[in-house]
C-alpha cells in the first residue's frame, strides 16, 4: 500500500518542477501532495513544486534544492512549495510557505540572481532575502515565547514583513512578528527560549554540505542555462519539422484535390468520343 501511494504521489508531481532531493533525514517524516496523498520521506526522494513535507516530533529533513541551496526541515514542522522554477533565467523563483514549525534555508542561485523572486509565506508575516542563510520559524505560545513568527540570520539578510512594516534582519539580530497583536516586526532583546533549547541531531552536516553546494552553484547554474537552451534548440527544430510536414501534407492534398478536378472535367469529353465511336 505504500509503495501504491508513493506511486499516485511521483504520479502527481510529474508535471511539477522539480524543487528538490532529500539529502538527508533523522526520526519520521512524511510528504503530501495537492490530493492528499502521503508518503514517508527518505533519502534520495525527490520533492515537487506544490508538496508538503510533515515532521514528527523528532523529524529533521534536509533537502538540497535545484538551484543548489539547501532547507532544513526542522522537527514538528508543515512545510510547503509553493512555486518553484530552476532554469537559470529571470522567470526563476522559489516561493515557500511555512505553516508551522521552522526551516533553515540556505539560498541557491535564485537567492542571487533573482532575490526578488525568493519569498516564505507565513501566517503572519513574509520574509524576503539578499543571498542568505536563515532560519524562519512560526510558533505557538510557550512560555516565554510569544505566539506569531520569527526569524534569524547566519550569513547575509532578510526582511520581516508585516502589513505594518518591516525589519531588515542582519547576523545577531531576533526579529518577530506578533500572531496575536498585529504591528511592525521588532527585535528581541534576547534569542528566543525555543531555539537555545531545542536539541538538533544533524545540524553539524550543514556547514560542510553548505561550502561543497555554494562552490559549485554557478556551476549548476550555468549548466542548467545550457541544457535549456539545449532543450529549446531541440523543441524548435521539432516545430519546424513539423511545420515542414504540415506544408507537404497540405501541398499533396491541394496536388490530389486538382488532379480529381481534372478528371472531372476531362470525363465529359472521354465519353463523348467513345459514343460517337459506337
Known amino acids: 500500500f505504500a509503495f501504491f501511494v508513493a506511486l499516485m504521489i511521483s504520479n502527481a508531481a510529474f508535471s511539477a518542477e522539480l524543487f528538490g532531493t532529500v539529502d538527508a533525514i533523522s526520526g519520521e517524516a512524511s510528504v503530501a501532495d495537492k490530493a492528499g496523498n502521503s508518503a514517508s520521506v527518505s533519502p534520495g526522494l525527490k520533492i515537487y513544486e506544490g508538496q508538503t513535507i510533515n515532521t514528527g516530533v523528532d523529524g529533521e529533513v534536509h533537502l538540497v534544492t535545484e538551484d543548489a541551496g539547501m532547507i532544513a526541515v526542522r522537527p514538528d514542522t508543515v512545510f510547503r512549495v509553493d512555486e518553484y522554477k530552476a532554469e537559470g533565467s529571470s522567470a526563476d523563483k522559489i516561493f515557500m510557505s511555512l505553516i ?21 509565506t507565513t501566517p503572519t508575516a513574509t520574509i524576503g532575502i539578499r543571498g542568505t542563510d536563515h532560519e524562519t520559524s512560526v510558533r505557538e505560545k510557550n512560555g516565554d515565547d510569544e505566539a506569531g513568527t520569527y526569524d534569524n ?4 539578510a532578510t526582511t520581516l514583513k508585516t502589513p505594518q512594516g518591516t525589519a531588515e534582519v542582519t547576523p545577531g539580530k531576533f526579529a518577530f512578528a506578533s500572531r496575536d497583536k498585529p504591528s511592525a516586526p521588532y527585535f528581541l532583546a534576547q534569542q528566543p527560549r525555543f531555539l537555545a533549547n531545542r536539541k538538533l541531531k544533524i545540524e553539524e552536516r ?3 554540505r553548505k561550502g561543497f553546494l555554494h ?11 545550457r541544457r535549456q537552451q ?3 534548440g531541440e523543441h ?8 515542414e510536414q504540415v506544408v507537404e501534407s497540405r501541398k499533396r ?3 490530389n ?5 481534372k478528371k472531372r472535367r476531362e470525363a465529359p469529353v472521354h465519353e463523348k468520343i467513345r459514343g460517337e465511336a459506337h
Open 236 to 243: 524548435q527544430q521539432l516545430e519546424s519539422k513539423r511545420r
Open 100 to 120: 508551522k514549525g521552522s526551516i533553515r534555508s540556505i539560498t541557491g542561485w535564485i537567492g542571487k540572481h533573482n532575490t526578488s523572486s525568493y519569498r516564505i
Open 253 to 255: 492534398i491541394r496536388e
Open 215 to 225: 562552490e559549485r552553484f554557478e556551476q549548476k547554474r550555468d549548466e542548467r542555462i
Open 230 to 232: 539545449s532543450v529549446r
Open 206 to 208: 550543514i556547514q560542510q
Open 153 to 156: 540570520v547566519y550569513e547575509g
Open 257 to 261: 484535390r486538382l488532379a480529381q478536378a
